[in-house]
């Protein structure tokens, strides 16, 4: 391994972690580095790159803001090969920057409220036989969550992502995460009821009964009803005013 004096500056060790991770990337993405495996060693690392732990380091950390790698504390970095939930995960660290008030967050809730509109029009027009199994399912383990608030959210966001699933492209479920990811922290601090949850389960039931009816109009009118009276909470609940 070659030595490293302390008088490297940060410009050289800024460049060399790039040279580093640019290769690591290749690697990733090659599939050479197993996705889902632990990255190799630290030491590993530096003798193969020949450069020291800190920039071993510093390339580990830009990996892991590309969502390249996945961090924990007392762990090896796991390897995570890139796809569309990849690409999104690494924006969220900006997107959160986004939504440090309520005009970024009303933005980004209407962009899903734009993009649900067109998923239930697709359902409605082309859903298949085990698109509508998988919707009466998810309906059907939201009704039962009605009692309990957590698991009636988690059941909630699970019947959005059958949604998100029934084009068959990979983008939208890899949205889907996105929009569940960056706006939980908000919903986090809402305050839930049985009652409130069995309003969204009758809004939820009401769009699956449009896309049974194979209406896109009917379903895309109770979606969006559905998100407007959600957010028409939101903005009760956090007292901002008109919205």
């Avoid at 940060?10 to 889902?36: P, T």
């Avoid at 298949?128 to 988690?154: G, H, M, T, V």
């Amino acid at each position: 391994m070659q030595n490293r004096t302390s008088t490297e500056t940060g410009n050289e060790k800024g460049r060399a972690a790039d040279s580093v991770v640019a290769a690591l990337e290749a690697q990733i993405v090659s599939g050479k580095l197993e996705n889902l495996a632990p990255l190799p060693a630290e030491r590993d690392l530096m003798e193969q790159f020949g450069t020291s732990r800190t920039v071993i380091r510093e390339a580990i950390s830009k990996l892991s803001s590309l969502g390249l790698v996945e961090t924990r504390p007392r762990f090896r970095p796991v390897v995570r090969k890139p796809d569309y939930a990849t690409v999104l995960h690494a924006c969220g660290n900006v997107v959160q920057h986004l939504l440090t008030d309520r005009k970024g967050i009303k933005n980004l809730y209407n962009s899903r409220v734009f993009v649900e509109r067109a998923l239930v029009r697709d359902a409605a027009l082309g859903a298949k036989k085990e698109d509508i199994i998988e919707l009466k399912a998810a309906l059907e383990d939201n009704r039962r969550a009605i009692p309990d608030s957590q698991e009636f959210y988690r059941t909630d966001v699970a019947f959005h992502g059958v949604l998100y699933r029934i084009p068959r492209n990979p983008i939208f479920p890899a949205i889907h995460e996105g929009y569940t990811s960056w706006l939980s922290p908000q919903w986090d601090q809402m305050l839930r009821s049985p009652e409130r949850n069995e309003v969204n389960y009758i809004a939820h039931k009401a769009i699956l009964e449009a896309i049974l009816e194979r209406d896109p109009a009917a379903a895309e009118e109770a979606l969006t009803n559905h998100l407007k009276a959600a957010w028409e909470f939101v903005r009760v609940t956090f007292d901002w005013g008109d919205e």
